[in-house]
Nanobody, 123 residues
Framework: QVQLVESGGGSVQPGGSLRLSCAAS????????VGWFRQAPGKEREAVSC????????YYADSVKGRFTISRDNVKNTMYLQMNNLKSEDTAVYYC????????????????WGQGTQVTVSL
């Protein structure tokens, strides 16, 4: 059974850091394009970052460039999202995702999703 499990969310003050993890089972993450997405209250889910399976290139939403870093540990079959200099507008539920047809930042192409982890940035 294919499963993605996120962890690492929590509450942090503006300017703080968090590292999200996404552990995979039932599939080898190295073989797939993988991504992080988020959904803030009252807003649509949006793409945050991804790693292409074809060339390992990373992609970021403009709002997180220079602050977030996506990575993958092929031995642990886990992907990460290091989030630095967090802002209140980063508050959201964060999801990791992948899929056979996953295509970088195109959310609709991902069909395997984790359950999400809450990130709250506030004073």
């Amino acid at each position: 059974q294919v499963q993605l499990v996120e962890s690492g969310g929590g509450s942090v003050q503006p300017g703080g850091s968090l590292r999200l993890s996404c552990a995979a089972s039932g599939l080898n993450l190295e073989e797939y394009t993988v991504g992080w997405f988020r959904q803030a209250p009252g807003k649509e889910r949006e793409a945050v970052s991804c790693i292409s399976s074809s060339d390992g290139r990373t992609y970021y939403a403009d709002s997180v460039k220079g602050r977030f870093t996506i990575s993958r540990d092929n031995v642990k079959n886990t992907m990460y999202l290091q989030m630095n200099n967090l802002k209140s507008e980063d508050t959201a539920v964060y999801y990791c995702a992948t899929g056979d047809r996953a295509t970088v930042m195109l959310m609709y192409t991902y069909d395997v999703w984790g359950q999400g982890t809450q990130v709250t940035v506030s004073l």
